[in-house]
């Protein structure tokens, strides 16, 4: 009886953290990234885009209580087994997946670091330095990288004035990339 009442709980809950993962998906494909604003179309640039969604959920969902929290933890844990899936789908061997998602993680919450203390500053113009930063490591100068700090400030705001409960629910609403 048990099992059943908690099981059917526990699909309810998959159902949820599964339609926000899509959001947060098909939010990091916006094609204007790749197209206008010169994020490489890449497995390395998709993780970045996917990082930097994850992050603006995380970040909203950050210090709520309950399920909220629990939500906030299972999209996290499927972010994770995505890339994970990913690496062995680009041909990374069992031997070698432990040690690139070790890099991978430490490479997200570093940047999430440092993206959080841009926003707690407001500061637009180390946010774009972030972002250049982590999104186009290689490219010396990206003039598109305010472009993108603008639409993080966007989404967060977005997120922000949505209620958690609609969140919870599965429904996280991102901005149009280059909308405005």
């Not at 094609?31 to 010169?38: L, Q």
Request: proline share 4%; net charge negative.
């Amino acid at each position: 009886m048990f099992q059943r009442l908690f099981g059917r709980e526990r699909n309810a809950n998959r159902a949820i953290t599964d339609a926000l993962y899509a959001q947060i998906v098909a939010a990091a494909r916006q094609t204007v990234f790749y197209s206008d604003w010169n994020v490489p179309d890449t497995p390395l640039g998709r993780f970045e885009m996917l990082s930097l969604h994850m992050y603006l959920v995380q970040h909203r969902l950050h210090g709520e209580q309950g399920v909220a929290a629990e939500v906030a933890q299972v999209l996290i844990d499927e972010f994770f087994l995505d890339v994970e899936h990913s690496l062995r789908e680009l041909g990374i061997s069992d031997v070698g997946v432990p040690k690139r998602m070790k890099k991978l993680a430490k490479m997200f919450y570093g940047r999430t670091a440092a993206y959080d203390d841009a926003l707690r500053q407001d500061d637009r113009v180390a946010l774009a330095a972030a972002l250049a930063r982590n999104v186009r490591p290689d490219a010396g100068s990206w003039p598109q990288a305010p472009l993108l700090a603008d639409y993080v400030c966007e989404a967060c705001q977005k997120l922000a004035a949505q209620p958690t409960e609609s969140i919870i629910a599965g429904a996280a609403a991102f901005p149009a990339a280059g909308a405005a």
